[in-house]
């Protein structure tokens, strides 16, 4: 819990709902005269993150644009503030759950009309976001870049609203996405998301891929890693409806298709466009379903774990109401988080038995102490840094091939430039020519300049050898080496040949007698 006192500004600290990787989110209450008290919720900067200049940059530009929408199917946020050292974002209070574990308990009776309403709803909140302009007129040209079920929010009062703008990018913006970084889900990523390229065109694509999950009953990349996801968007293979459902009506195909264009200019240009031809579809085929059957339906399956939530939050209202608020928030129960790249979503929702987390940035209502978010990119990068490792090694030559005109084993002539050097400055092991290189890591490794010249001359690791005509010579089997000790190093034990080669600057040499 946070050790913090439990009050910002005008805002009495409640009970902790969600701990993220950048933020901490609170229920708070904001009281007032008359016994007035509203519900809220508060997201503040991880205190230990408040020194670190990028991580405060980013807490802003997310509060900075959250501050601007303003929409029925967009999360409301109400302030933001700081006070010292703590930095904080106030958002509505949403009692309700997102579409993610809806889908993931739905009965029978939540119908594909419902779904689809719901996804006419986000478009709604999208446009406005697309379209949105500042105060001297000129397009704001927000894009969320996380559209997916757990960010949309269904509350049992009958609202559908669009969460997390933590990772939203708009023109105007300050801060630069690092060369790299991949933001979203890949499950709903549009393929030019790969390349850094993000417009309204991949939000649209994430909308469409949730209308093919709507008509096909299942997730779009079912079975499929990360990985496996991101190669068949790098090359550019969407999944058909038709061949998944071939029962599919035709018109949710085709409306599924041009959404999921892989080429963005043959998308849907505005989410208005996708909106009009969904609610078109809608109306014709007679699938109708209204918001309030919607939030009905979910109050229903989820009536005792809100009844639940309710009661904890009403204690916690009467605890502080008393003056016996504990020192250290306690944990709203049955709170469930899904992490997101920002940080914490400050929504909340209930749920006794769910095992996967989801938490939008608006707000809702609790279910359990909320697990850090899962950091999947660091595991892909692993696995493709020791997949190119790997593919290193097996590519590694295991030694130069013997020079043409010289025998395994054999020195080459010299050539006129190369002199040897001062006996002095001869270094521990032969490598002053490349012949003694190859000899060194091909063959045999212990042969040496005196194992192949006779010795005329008293310098046993150097020596000149008379011009002769260039010829094919016999390959030479080398002698052992002698008594005598020499430069080059005697031949290793089998339990210092593992691994069988040392380096010599950028040159790899294989060690004698591990061959």
Request: with cysteine; hydrophobic share 40%; charged share 20%.
């Given at each position: 819990?946070?050790?913090?006192?439990?009050?910002?500004?005008?805002?009495?600290?409640?009970?902790?709902?969600?701990r993220?990787?950048?933020?901490?989110?609170?229920?708070?209450?904001?009281?007032?005269?008359?016994?007035?008290?509203?519900?809220?919720?508060?997201?503040?900067?991880?205190?230990?993150?408040v020194e670190?200049?990028?991580?405060?940059?980013?807490?802003?530009?997310?509060a900075?644009?959250?501050?601007?929408?303003?929409?029925?199917?967009?999360v409301?946020?109400?302030?933001?503030?700081s006070?010292?050292?703590?930095?904080?974002?106030?958002?509505?209070?949403?009692?309700?759950?997102?579409?993610?574990?809806?889908?993931?308990?739905?009965?029978?009776?939540?119908?594909?009309?419902?779904?689809?309403?719901?996804l006419?709803?986000?478009?709604?909140?999208?446009?406005?976001?697309?379209?949105?302009?500042?105060f001297?007129?000129?397009?704001?040209?927000?894009?969320?870049?996380?559209?997916?079920?757990?960010?949309?929010?269904?509350?049992?009062?009958?609202?559908?609203?669009?969460?997390?703008?933590?990772?939203a990018?708009?023109?105007?913006?300050?801060?630069?996405t690092?060369?790299?970084?991949?933001?979203?889900?890949?499950?709903?990523?549009?393929p030019?998301?790969?390349?850094?390229?993000?417009?309204?065109h991949?939000?649209?694509?994430?909308?469409?891929?949730?209308?093919?999950?709507?008509?096909?009953?299942?997730?779009?990349?079912?079975?499929?890693?990360?990985?496996?996801?991101?190669?068949?968007?790098?090359?550019?293979?969407?999944?058909?409806?038709?061949?998944a459902?071939?029962?599919?009506?035709?018109?949710?195909?085709?409306?599924?298709?041009?959404?999921?264009?892989?080429?963005?200019?043959?998308?849907?240009?505005k989410?208005?466009?996708?909106?009009?031809?969904?609610?078109?579809?809608?109306v014709?085929?007679?699938?109708?379903?209204?918001?309030?059957?919607?939030a009905?339906?979910?109050?229903?399956?989820?009536?005792?774990?809100?009844?639940?939530?309710?009661?904890?939050?009403?204690?916690?209202l009467?605890a502080l109401?008393s003056g016996?608020?504990?020192?250290?928030?306690?944990?709203?129960?049955?709170?469930v988080?899904?992490?997101?790249?920002?940080?914490?979503?400050p929504?909340?929702?209930?749920?006794?038995?769910s095992?996967?987390?989801?938490?939008?940035?608006?707000?809702?209502?609790p279910?359990?102490?909320?697990?850090?978010?899962?950091?999947?990119?660091?595991?892909?990068?692993?696995?493709?840094?020791?997949?190119l490792?790997a593919?290193?090694?097996?590519?590694?030559?295991?030694?130069?091939?013997?020079?043409?005109?010289?025998?395994?084993?054999?020195?080459?002539?010299?050539?006129?430039?190369?002199a040897?050097?001062?006996?002095?400055?001869?270094?521990?092991?032969?490598t002053?020519?490349?012949?003694?290189?190859?000899?060194?890591?091909?063959?045999?490794?212990?042969?040496?300049?005196?194992?192949?010249?006779?010795?005329?001359a008293?310098?046993?690791?150097?020596?000149?050898?008379?011009?002769r005509?260039p010829?094919?010579?016999?390959?030479?089997?080398?002698?052992?080496p002698p008594?005598?000790?020499t430069?080059?190093?005697?031949?290793?034990?089998?339990?210092?040949?593992?691994p069988?080669f040392?380096?010599?600057?950028?040159?790899k040499?294989?060690?004698?007698?591990?061959?």
């Amino acid at each position: 819990m946070s050790p913090y006192r439990n009050q910002i500004g005008k805002y009495h600290l409640v009970a902790e709902i969600a701990r993220g990787g950048m933020g901490l989110v609170y229920l708070a209450v904001a009281r007032g005269p008359g016994g007035f008290n509203k519900l809220l919720v508060l997201k503040e900067l991880q205190p230990q993150l408040v020194e670190d200049p990028g991580f405060l940059e980013m807490f802003f530009e997310e509060a900075r644009l959250a501050a601007r929408l303003t929409h029925p199917n967009i999360v409301q946020t109400y302030e933001v503030g700081s006070e010292g050292n703590r930095h904080f974002i106030v958002m509505d209070y949403l009692s309700g759950r997102s579409l993610s574990r809806v889908l993931r308990r739905k009965p029978d009776a939540f119908t594909r009309a419902m779904h689809l309403r719901i996804l006419c709803e986000v478009l709604q909140g999208l446009d406005y976001a697309h379209n949105l302009t500042g105060f001297d007129g000129r397009p704001i040209g927000v894009v969320h870049r996380d559209i997916n079920p757990q960010n949309v929010f269904i509350t049992f009062d009958a609202q559908v609203k669009l969460v997390d703008f933590g990772i939203a990018k708009a023109v105007d913006s300050q801060l630069e996405t690092r060369t790299g970084v991949l933001k979203g889900k890949p499950g709903y990523m549009a393929p030019e998301q790969l390349s850094g390229i993000v417009d309204v065109h991949a939000d649209i694509f994430a909308v469409g891929a949730m209308i093919w999950e709507a008509v096909a009953g299942r997730r779009l990349w079912s079975g499929k890693s990360d990985l496996e996801i991101l190669s068949q968007l790098m090359h550019r293979r969407m999944p058909s409806l038709k061949e998944a459902v071939p029962s599919a009506p035709d018109e949710l195909v085709r409306i599924c298709e041009k959404a999921m264009a892989p080429d963005p200019e043959l998308r849907y240009q505005k989410a208005s466009e996708l909106l009009a031809d969904l609610e078109v579809y809608l109306v014709e085929a007679k699938e109708v379903a209204t918001v309030r059957d919607i939030a009905s339906k979910v109050s229903e399956i989820f009536a005792s774990e809100h009844a639940q939530t309710r009661s904890a939050i009403d204690r916690c209202l009467a605890a502080l109401k008393s003056g016996d608020a504990a020192i250290n928030l306690p944990a709203l129960p049955m709170v469930v988080h899904e992490g997101t790249p920002s940080g914490v979503s400050p929504h909340l929702e209930a749920s006794t038995n769910s095992k996967t987390p989801s938490t939008p940035n608006g707000t809702a209502a609790p279910d359990t102490p909320l697990p850090r978010p899962r950091r999947t990119w660091p595991l892909i990068a692993t696995l493709g840094g020791a997949g190119l490792l790997a593919m290193a090694w097996f590519a590694w030559p295991r030694g130069p091939a013997a020079p043409s005109g010289a025998a395994v084993g054999e020195l080459a002539p010299p050539t006129a430039q190369s002199a040897p050097p001062p006996p002095t400055q001869a270094p521990a092991f032969p490598t002053t020519t490349a012949a003694v290189a190859t000899a060194t890591a091909t063959a045999t490794a212990t042969a040496t300049a005196a194992d192949v010249v006779p010795p005329a001359a008293p310098a046993p690791v150097q020596r000149a050898v008379a011009p002769r005509t260039p010829r094919v010579t016999p390959r030479v089997t080398p002698r052992p080496p002698p008594e005598t000790p020499t430069a080059t190093p005697a031949p290793a034990a089998a339990s210092t040949c593992n691994p069988p080669f040392y380096f010599e600057g950028n040159k790899k040499v294989y060690k004698p007698g591990c061959l």
